[in-house]
């Protein structure tokens, strides 16, 4: 079956004036336009195509990337507004229509969204929403507490910075636990810090107790070496300065040069920590 608004590998069945005809397993077939026809493609080649709507809303294949495919999130550019919506910049010839109802608020053009992509099964059409909570269900999921999982940067609020998790459910990193520059629409690794009684989910972009502590170990004694063997850090250091030079919370800074001194790492001097030679 061929998918719309996915990647498809088929099959080149024959080659026309218009472009070549691609089919799948059981015989169904679609055009991929002269365009993208190149010099040395012949019939019973396979390729990976992607299949979207053309301008009259038929079914087409594109040998073109696409920023965003069916049921997944990312950050596009409003490029034209309509008595329709807004048009959004995918990647694809064909720009992606956001309509007015799929829209938390006017979007302008030139500005930058985070946008769902489904199909609409009542007129089988890619459409985009900036709705974006709802696409998301926290009511069931297998997730526990430890669970490192994909996340995508979504909104702040006066909480936090609300995430995407597994592209699937709502979560949210609390501002005091945020050491590095995140934006709306990055993809990274989190880990799940506590499911609530409600199932809401709170994320870390640290691994929690010793794993982390351990993971930041090598990242201290590279910063103690690019220094000269000196850092002037130690438990009584201002939270915000050692999570601007080092990436980490207080927390896990101490319990980090903790575990460093036992193994005797460092020495930790009245105005900071020192390499020791090893």
Same mark, same amino acid.
């Given at each position: 079956m061929i998918k719309i608004g996915e990647q498809n590998k088929l099959r080149v069945d024959r080659i026309l004036e218009q472009g070549a005809y691609l089919e799948d397993e059981k015989a169904n077939s679609i055009l991929l336009p002269k365009r993208y026809l190149t010099p040395e493609l012949k019939v019973d080649d396979e390729m990976t195509v992607f299949v979207y709507n053309d301008s009259e809303d038929r079914p087409v294949a594109t040998t073109e990337a696409p920023l965003i495919e069916l049921n997944d999130f990312a950050m596009l550019k409003a490029v034209g507004n309509t008595r329709y919506g807004t048009f959004m910049n995918w990647g694809l010839s064909k720009d992606l229509l956001v309509p007015f109802r799929e829209q938390n608020k006017e979007m302008k053009e030139g500005y930058y969204y985070l946008i769902y992509l489904y199909l609409d099964e009542e007129t089988n059409r890619l459409v985009g929403s900036n709705k974006i909570s709802k696409y998301l269900n926290n009511a069931k999921h297998e997730l526990k507490k430890g669970d490192q999982v994909d996340i995508i940067i979504w909104s702040k609020t006066d909480l936090g910075t609300k995430v995407i998790v597994n592209g699937k459910h709502h979560g949210l990193i609390y501002s005091n636990e945020v050491f590095e520059e995140i934006k709306m629409g990055d993809r990274t690794k989190g880990y799940v810090k506590l499911i609530r009684p409600d199932n809401k989910i709170d994320i870390s972009l640290q /691994?929690?107790?010793?794993?982390?502590?351990?993971?930041?170990?090598?990242?201290?004694?590279?910063? !103690?070496?690019?220094?000269?063997?000196? !850092?002037?850090?130690?438990?009584?250091?201002?939270?915000? *300065?050692?999570? /601007?030079? *080092?990436?980490?919370?207080?927390?896990?800074f101490k319990k980090t040069i903790g575990s460093l001194y036992k193994d005797r790492k460092i020495k930790i001097e009245k105005d900071g920590i020192r390499l020791l030679d090893t």
């Amino acid at each position: 079956m061929i998918k719309i608004g996915e990647q498809n590998k088929l099959r080149v069945d024959r080659i026309l004036e218009q472009g070549a005809y691609l089919e799948d397993e059981k015989a169904n077939s679609i055009l991929l336009p002269k365009r993208y026809l190149t010099p040395e493609l012949k019939v019973d080649d396979e390729m990976t195509v992607f299949v979207y709507n053309d301008s009259e809303d038929r079914p087409v294949a594109t040998t073109e990337a696409p920023l965003i495919e069916l049921n997944d999130f990312a950050m596009l550019k409003a490029v034209g507004n309509t008595r329709y919506g807004t048009f959004m910049n995918w990647g694809l010839s064909k720009d992606l229509l956001v309509p007015f109802r799929e829209q938390n608020k006017e979007m302008k053009e030139g500005y930058y969204y985070l946008i769902y992509l489904y199909l609409d099964e009542e007129t089988n059409r890619l459409v985009g929403s900036n709705k974006i909570s709802k696409y998301l269900n926290n009511a069931k999921h297998e997730l526990k507490k430890g669970d490192q999982v994909d996340i995508i940067i979504w909104s702040k609020t006066d909480l936090g910075t609300k995430v995407i998790v597994n592209g699937k459910h709502h979560g949210l990193i609390y501002s005091n636990e945020v050491f590095e520059e995140i934006k709306m629409g990055d993809r990274t690794k989190g880990y799940v810090k506590l499911i609530r009684p409600d199932n809401k989910i709170d994320i870390s972009l640290q /691994q929690q107790g010793y794993s982390n502590v351990k993971s930041n170990t090598a990242g201290i004694l590279d910063k !103690l070496r690019d220094n000269n063997g000196f !850092l002037p850090l130690n438990d009584k250091s201002d939270p915000d *300065l050692i999570a /601007q030079t *080092l990436g980490m919370s207080k927390k896990t800074f101490k319990k980090t040069i903790g575990s460093l001194y036992k193994d005797r790492k460092i020495k930790i001097e009245k105005d900071g920590i020192r390499l020791l030679d090893t």
